[in-house]
């Protein structure tokens, strides 16, 4: 979250100009990995795996020379790849684009200076205060350290909205560098078309509209980026399937080590803009093409309800309600002064909701009512007792006692106390802290902190907060769309991703370490304290993750178009796979039988900007379905867990003849 002003979330546009996808709104939408798979090895992974069954992906020009110079390099990348991002994005360069390069070590000294410059520590402090209230981190976090370390850490390169200049970071392979500077090009496009600096990227109260605001240009970045990658064969971005699914599966294995430990507040805010915005761009794309997605910079979408359903942005004209919540410093009593305020929006209350409530909860069901909300924070100058006044505006009357059941369940699960049945006011008294819920209506008013004497009549100020419907927003293109002329390549292949991607993952069961897959019929399974954490597809249903580590495991299952044998199949993937790498030497290759299914395994060890990897695949495939275990960390950890990488291997079992599973 901004925590600038009275800004709660801590990935800053404040912090960084347009930076990578991690941490900075406009960075590019891949930031890197120091252990693990980064959006762009998602990007990289979805594309393999995609394409190997019809299409060659790479079959592009070969690198450049390397200049002498990493400037140098740089220039003669961009240039090259300058045109071929105004062919698919279709907006020409009004004038030339400063580029250079920075190293870890001046990127942190550069997000430092930033830092401190626009987000006193003050500032730091107050939104670090509410984060801890709603218990999305602990007290003891030091934010300004996480800040600094996870932009170091997560940005690939960057486009600074303020001086019009673009930056990559040093020790990326050159198809890396290409596929970042076809991101950065087009932040640098969207600026001299659209002014960056005219949308609300600096607005100081409003995260919801912050975030939706950042998915809108990283989403647009994201396509163009695709579009990039594909239009050597013909292709662009319209072929593919929703891939939202996909990416929130392979979320868990995203990121370095200081996403791995960040709360999960932070790692989920920090994917939003690149796997929502994504989708978002999808469906405006498909709605309107390119016209579309530049008529919604005149009106950007208002919050992140319109970013997770395009279609209340796109046709409904679904707007928020904004919430003014009174001062009430003074009703609170003597020596209460304000702090903070901000939105929340549905995105970080299904986050608020996801932290503490158990998976059959549906949290995000929760959620989808939404309407606004807006939180003031409050800290007593003498005692430094904080309080904290949070009302929220639900569609219907229905949506707000779904929510504050559920927030109900919430709170009691995270301040370990009992909960109690279905009312429309609840009040607790927890450790000398005084919390209560209440619900007016479709109005759903959390009081925290206040002295139980004063509830009253804060509870009458706050349900009458002024309340007023955002300014309509849906896009207005001059013209209609025109539609799209037929083309049997592309909807050869689109029909084909459809099969392969948006298959159910079908029925499921996890029986302590035990994950069972009753439709594609194989079982593993997890390590000793590894935790399971299912997907949204078949694709991969299912990822292993050692908490607050690198190890990851991901199973991605496929139906493929036809028989491939994983001898054939395999060494597909690991060539594709290596591309994304540097120095790469092969540890072990060649075949392995596990449980009497033979299949391929693939050891190699290789630099991942700059950092040391070691990566394994292992794929078994028969009749027309693949399956593949995945992990990729860095050298030390995955040697570290290496045995747990390989029980994960000798546990997995297919549970039905093949015969049986090409035709579920």
């Given at each position: 979250?901004k925590i600038?002003?009275?800004?709660?979330?801590v990935?800053s546009?404040?912090t960084v100009?347009?930076?990578?996808?991690a941490?900075a709104?406009?960075?590019?939408g891949?930031?890197?990995s120091?252990?693990?798979?980064?959006i762009?090895n998602?990007?990289?992974?979805?594309?393999?795996?995609?394409?190997?069954?019809c299409v060659s992906?790479?079959a592009?020009a070969?690198?450049?020379?390397?200049?002498?110079s990493q400037e140098a390099?740089?220039?003669a990348?961009?240039?090259?790849?300058?045109?071929?991002?105004?062919k698919?994005?279709g907006?020409?360069?009004?004038?030339?684009?400063a580029?250079?390069v920075?190293?870890?070590a001046e990127?942190?000294?550069?997000?430092?200076?930033l830092?401190?410059?626009?987000?006193?520590?003050?500032?730091?402090?107050a939104?670090?205060k509410?984060?801890?209230?709603?218990?999305?981190v602990k007290?003891?976090l030091?934010?300004?350290?996480?800040i600094v370390?996870?932009?170091?850490?997560?940005?690939?390169?960057?486009?600074?909205?303020r001086?019009?200049?673009?930056?990559?970071?040093?020790?990326m392979p050159?198809m890396?560098q290409?596929m970042?500077?076809a991101?950065e090009?087009?932040?640098?496009?969207?600026?001299?078309?659209f002014?960056l600096k005219?949308?609300p990227?600096?607005e100081?109260?409003?995260?919801?509209?912050l975030l939706?605001?950042?998915?809108l240009v990283?989403g647009?970045?994201?396509?163009?980026m695709?579009?990039y990658?594909?239009e050597?064969q013909?292709?662009?971005?319209?072929v593919?399937?929703?891939?939202?699914?996909f990416?929130?599966?392979?979320?868990?294995?995203?990121g370095?080590?200081?996403l791995d430990r960040?709360p999960t507040y932070f790692?989920?805010?920090?994917?939003?803009?690149?796997?929502?915005?994504?989708?978002?761009?999808?469906?405006?794309k498909?709605?309107g093409g390119w016209d579309?997605?530049?008529?919604?910079?005149a009106?950007?979408p208002?919050?992140c309800?319109?970013i997770l359903h395009p279609?209340k942005?796109?046709s409904?004209?679904?707007?928020?309600t904004l919430v003014e919540?009174?001062?009430?410093?003074?009703?609170l009593?003597p020596?209460w002064?304000?702090?903070d305020?901000?939105?929340l929006?549905?995105?970080?209350v299904?986050?608020?909701?996801?932290?503490?409530?158990p998976p059959?909860?549906?949290?995000?069901e929760?959620?989808?009512?939404?309407?606004?909300?807006?939180?003031?924070?409050?800290e007593?100058?003498?005692s430094?007792?904080?309080?904290?006044?949070w009302?929220?505006?639900?569609?219907t009357?229905r949506?707000?006692q779904e929510?504050?059941?559920?927030?109900?369940?919430?709170?009691?699960?995270?301040?370990?106390?009992?909960?109690?049945p279905?009312a429309t006011?609840?009040?607790w008294?927890v450790?000398?802290?005084p919390?209560?819920?209440?619900r007016?209506?479709?109005?759903?008013?959390m009081?925290?902190?206040i002295e139980?004497q004063?509830?009253?009549q804060i509870?009458?100020l706050?349900?009458?907060a002024?309340r007023?419907e955002a300014?309509a927003n849906?896009?207005?293109l001059?013209?209609?769309?025109?539609?799209?002329?037929?083309?049997?390549?592309k909807?050869?292949?689109?029909?084909?991703?459809?099969?392969m991607?948006?298959?159910p993952?079908?029925?499921t069961k996890i029986?302590g370490d035990?994950?069972?897959?009753?439709?594609?019929?194989?079982?593993?399974?997890?390590?000793?304290?590894?935790?399971f954490?299912?997907?949204?597809?078949?694709?991969?249903?299912?990822?292993l993750?050692?908490?607050?580590?690198?190890p990851?495991?991901?199973?991605?299952?496929q139906?493929?178009l036809?028989?491939?044998p994983?001898a054939?199949?395999?060494?597909m993937?690991?060539?594709?796979?290596?591309m994304q790498?540097?120095?790469v030497?092969?540890v072990k290759?060649?075949k392995?039988?596990?449980r009497?299914?033979?299949?391929?395994e693939s050891?190699?060890?290789?630099?991942?900007?700059?950092s040391?990897?070691k990566?394994?695949y292992?794929?078994?495939?028969?009749?027309?379905?693949?399956?593949?275990?995945?992990?990729t960390?860095?050298?030390?950890e995955?040697?570290?867990?290496e045995?747990?990488f390989?029980a994960?291997?000798?546990?997995?079992?297919?549970?039905a003849?093949?015969?049986q599973?090409?035709?579920e």
């Amino acid at each position: 979250m901004k925590i600038e002003k009275c800004k709660l979330r801590v990935e800053s546009r404040a912090t960084v100009p347009v930076a990578s996808r991690a941490t900075a709104p406009l960075v590019s939408g891949a930031p890197h990995s120091n252990s693990r798979f980064s959006i762009f090895n998602f990007q990289f992974s979805i594309a393999a795996l995609l394409f190997l069954a019809c299409v060659s992906l790479w079959a592009q020009a070969p690198d450049t020379p390397t200049p002498a110079s990493q400037e140098a390099q740089v220039s003669a990348i961009a240039d090259e790849v300058q045109q071929k991002v105004v062919k698919v994005r279709g907006l020409q360069f009004q004038k030339p684009v400063a580029k250079g390069v920075k190293n870890r070590a001046e990127l942190r000294d550069y997000i430092l200076a930033l830092l401190r410059k626009e987000m006193p520590k003050e500032k730091i402090d107050a939104g670090k205060k509410a984060l801890v209230m709603f218990g999305l981190v602990k007290p003891d976090l030091d934010v300004e350290k996480l800040i600094v370390d996870l932009h170091t850490e997560q940005i690939a390169g960057f486009y600074d909205w303020r001086t019009q200049q673009l930056y990559l970071m040093t020790e990326m392979p050159p198809m890396m560098q290409r596929m970042i500077m076809a991101h950065e090009l087009t932040h640098a496009l969207q600026d001299q078309h659209f002014d960056l600096k005219k949308l609300p990227i600096e607005e100081k109260c409003n995260d919801d509209l912050l975030l939706a605001t950042q998915s809108l240009v990283e989403g647009d970045a994201l396509i163009s980026m695709i579009d990039y990658m594909l239009e050597p064969q013909g292709l662009d971005s319209s072929v593919l399937p929703s891939l939202s699914g996909f990416l929130k599966s392979a979320a868990p294995l995203a990121g370095g080590p200081v996403l791995d430990r960040a709360p999960t507040y932070f790692r989920e805010t920090l994917l939003f803009p690149y796997v929502q915005g994504l989708e978002f761009l999808q469906a405006a794309k498909k709605a309107g093409g390119w016209d579309m997605v530049n008529a919604a910079y005149a009106t950007p979408p208002a919050s992140c309800e319109q970013i997770l359903h395009p279609e209340k942005y796109l046709s409904q004209n679904d707007m928020p309600t904004l919430v003014e919540l009174p001062d009430l410093a003074g009703t609170l009593g003597p020596d209460w002064r304000y702090l903070d305020k901000n939105v929340l929006g549905e995105f970080a209350v299904g986050v608020l909701l996801r932290e503490y409530l158990p998976p059959e909860m549906k949290a995000d069901e929760a959620t989808k009512g939404w309407d606004g909300d807006q939180f003031h924070l409050y800290e007593n100058a003498k005692s430094g007792a904080l309080a904290l006044v949070w009302l929220t505006v639900w569609d219907t009357e229905r949506d707000a006692q779904e929510f504050m059941s559920s927030y109900r369940a919430s709170l009691a699960k995270r301040l370990g106390i009992e909960d109690v049945p279905q009312a429309t006011a609840t009040e607790w008294q927890v450790r000398e802290r005084p919390l209560a819920l209440f619900r007016q209506g479709s109005l759903v008013l959390m009081l925290d902190g206040i002295e139980p004497q004063r509830m009253g009549q804060i509870k009458g100020l706050a349900f009458g907060a002024k309340r007023t419907e955002a300014a309509a927003n849906t896009p207005k293109l001059a013209a209609a769309p025109k539609p799209e002329q037929p083309d049997p390549f592309k909807e050869t292949v689109r029909r084909q991703l459809e099969t392969m991607m948006n298959v159910p993952k079908g029925e499921t069961k996890i029986e302590g370490d035990r994950y069972r897959n009753l439709t594609y019929a194989f079982e593993l399974t997890k390590p000793k304290d590894w935790k399971f954490q299912e997907g949204e597809a078949a694709m991969m249903p299912i990822v292993l993750k050692k908490p607050n580590s690198s190890p990851g495991v991901m199973v991605i299952v496929q139906k493929l178009l036809g028989p491939v044998p994983a001898a054939v199949f395999g060494p597909m993937l690991e060539g594709m796979s290596k591309m994304q790498y540097q120095d790469v030497k092969r540890v072990k290759v060649g075949k392995i039988v596990v449980r009497g299914i033979e299949g391929y395994e693939s050891v190699f060890t290789g630099s991942l900007l700059g950092s040391p990897v070691k990566v394994r695949y292992v794929t078994f495939s028969e009749n027309s379905i693949a399956y593949t275990l995945g992990c990729t960390a860095a050298v030390d950890e995955f040697d570290k867990h290496e045995k747990d990488f390989e029980a994960v291997v000798q546990s997995f079992r297919l549970t039905a003849p093949a015969k049986q599973r090409a035709t579920e």
